[in-house]
């Protein structure tokens, strides 16, 4: 798999994110990628699942930056629970575009290509409660033997990558996820509501970050 052929762009809360050459959208909202990421994926998603729980484990489609790690790391001072982070990614960024992402200023506990020189396929401990697996793969094609407890789905949008947001692949979602399990995702499309009504999973459309009327989250009940 090739390297991800991208271009710099700033947002409007003057975190960056990068522009997709081959799908043509960006990696983030332009009105904020951190302040998307902290509303979806952390507020949204993290806060929501790890109630009651000491110990998660949690998978992103679509490691991108690594800006949702690092955010949901960062989290993680303040939260009394084990997080096992497994984020897959079918066309990783250079460490060259992850050194230009300009994140060391918004106190993170590292910065991106930290994350992007590990190694893949390897569990890496990156603080006493934090440990962390890059897995090089398609999300159709990804394979594990164990659930998850918290499914961030940050997959490109449906006009970018249409054939992860129909039943065949968002019906793995459903298989991975625990009893109990939260899938969120900033995509507020009906037919993606729809088709994860259909695989059993009960769905809420929340209100989305600024300038995004919606997005969804859904618990496998």
């Given at each position: 798999?090739?390297?991800?052929?991208?271009?710099?762009?700033?947002?409007?809360?003057?975190?960056?994110?990068?522009?997709?050459?081959?799908?043509?959208?960006?990696?983030?909202?332009?009105?904020?990628?951190?302040?998307?990421?902290?509303?979806?994926?952390?507020?949204?998603?993290?806060?929501?699942?790890?109630?009651?729980?000491?110990?998660l484990r949690l998978l992103e489609v679509g490691l991108g930056t690594?800006?949702?790690?690092?955010?949901?790391?960062?989290?993680?001072?303040?939260?009394?629970?084990?997080?096992?982070?497994?984020?897959?990614?079918?066309?990783?960024?250079?460490?060259?575009?992850?050194?230009?992402?300009?994140?060391?200023?918004?106190?993170?506990?590292?910065?991106?290509?930290?994350?992007?020189?590990?190694?893949?396929?390897?569990?890496?401990?990156?603080?006493?409660?934090?440990?962390?697996?890059?897995?090089?793969?398609?999300?159709?094609?990804?394979?594990?033997?164990?659930?998850?407890?918290?499914?961030?789905?940050?997959?490109?949008?449906?006009?970018?990558?249409?054939?992860?947001?129909?039943?065949?692949?968002?019906?793995?979602?459903?298989?991975?996820?625990?009893?109990?399990?939260?899938?969120?995702?900033?995509?507020?499309?009906?037919?993606?509501?729809?088709?994860?009504?259909?695989?059993?999973?009960?769905?809420?459309?929340?209100?989305?970050?600024?300038?995004?009327?919606?997005?969804?989250?859904?618990?496998?009940?």
């Amino acid at each position: 798999m090739d390297e991800a052929q991208v271009r710099h762009e700033l947002t409007a809360d003057g975190s960056s994110t990068l522009f997709s050459e081959a799908f043509g959208v960006s990696y983030h909202s332009v009105h904020g990628a951190v302040q998307e990421s902290e509303h979806v994926f952390i507020e949204a998603g993290l806060k929501e699942a790890i109630k009651n729980k000491s110990h998660l484990r949690l998978l992103e489609v679509g490691l991108g930056t690594g800006l949702n790690a690092l955010l949901t790391w960062k989290r993680l001072s303040e939260l009394d629970v084990q997080i096992d982070y497994t984020a897959l990614e079918a066309f990783p960024i250079s460490l060259e575009d992850a050194k230009l992402l300009n994140y060391s200023a918004f106190s993170l506990p590292a910065k991106p290509d930290d994350l992007i020189v590990l190694p893949w396929e390897q569990p890496i401990a990156l603080s006493e409660r934090f440990t962390f697996t890059k897995v090089r793969a398609n999300w159709p094609d990804y394979q594990c033997s164990q659930g998850f407890d918290l499914i961030y789905y940050d997959a490109f949008a449906p006009n970018a990558q249409p054939e992860l947001w129909q039943n065949e692949a968002l019906s793995r979602s459903a298989q991975l996820l625990n009893q109990g399990g939260i899938w969120v995702s900033y995509c507020a499309k009906g037919d993606v509501r729809r088709t994860l009504q259909s695989l059993g999973l009960e769905v809420e459309r929340l209100p989305g970050p600024p300038f995004k009327r919606h997005m969804l989250r859904a618990r496998k009940a």
